[in-house]
T-cell receptor, first 114, second 113 residues
Framework: KNQVEQSPQSLIILEGKNCTLQ??????????LRWYKQDTGRGPVSLTI?????NTKSNGRYTATLDADTKQSSLHITASQLSDSASYIC?????????????FGRGTQLTVWP | EADIYQTPRYLVIGTGKKITLECSQT?????MYWYQQDPGMELHLIHY???????EKGDLSSESTVSRIRTEHFPLTLESARPSHTSQYLC????????????FGDGTRLSIL
């Protein structure tokens, strides 16, 4: 069964600290892995997309890594800011169909305290 | 900022009413999607479209229907709303290639009394 599991479910950190969010998946055949940020009451916003051949991709203070062999990804946030408080969703796409079916994780709820 | 818009943002309405949730995008994207999201849960695909006059049901069974008469417009309709339809509905669009990101609207939070 194709699944995407994220950990931790929630995380609280102090402003300025770094943190790492985890994503494990069983989706096969793999096409790409995406990280989205979803602010409360808003739609998800794309942070990174990585294909099989990419190990790491950065977007400002966000750095995503991908290990396609172990089917694991992480999202590292550097020097956190209050505006980083949001849900971070890992999404994996398969290549078994024209649509490129997306499998969504339940997200990690990050809270940054001043 | 993504150019995809959903209206209304919030809707509280009684059982049995007909509801249409609007979604429009100005990016010229061929692919559009409707997702349902409950608090703390993952997004579930309920409808998608590859282009004008193309609509398909997603993974999650839904009593809603969609239409795609124009590229930029992808409305979702519930003929007779029930309390079980209470949820957040998110619309998204993407360009043609599989590795392109989806751009999401800010959603409609629907409450059926």
């Amino acid at each position: 069964k194709n699944q995407v599991e994220q950990s931790p479910q929630s995380l609280i950190i102090l402003e300025g600290k770094n943190c790492t969010l985890q994503c494990n998946y069983t989706v096969s055949p793999f096409s790409n892995l995406r990280w989205y940020k979803q602010d409360t009451g808003r739609g998800p916003v794309s942070l990174t997309i990585m294909t099989f051949s990419e190990n790491t991709k950065s977007n400002g203070r966000y750095t995503a890594t991908l290990d396609a062999d172990t089917k694991q990804s992480s999202l590292h946030i550097t020097a956190s800011q209050l505006s980083d408080s949001a849900s971070y969703i890992c999404v994996v796409s398969d290549r078994g169909s024209t649509l490129g079916r997306l499998y969504f994780g339940r997200g990690t709820q990050l809270t940054v305290w001043p | 900022e993504a150019d995809i818009y959903q209206t209304p943002r919030y809707l509280v309405i009684g059982t049995g009413k007909k509801i249409t949730l609007e979604c429009s995008q100005t990016m010229g994207h061929d692919k559009m999607y409707w997702y349902q999201q409950d608090p703390g849960m993952e997004l579930h695909l309920i409808h998608y479209s590859y282009g004008v006059n193309s609509t398909e049901k997603g993974d999650l069974s839904s009593e809603s229907t969609v239409s795609r008469i124009r590229t930029e417009h992808f409305p979702l309709t519930l003929e007779s709303a029930r309390p079980s339809h209470t949820s957040q509905y998110l619309c998204a669009s993407s360009a043609g290639a599989v590795n392109q990101p989806q751009h999401f609207g800010d959603g409609t939070r629907l409450s059926i009394l």
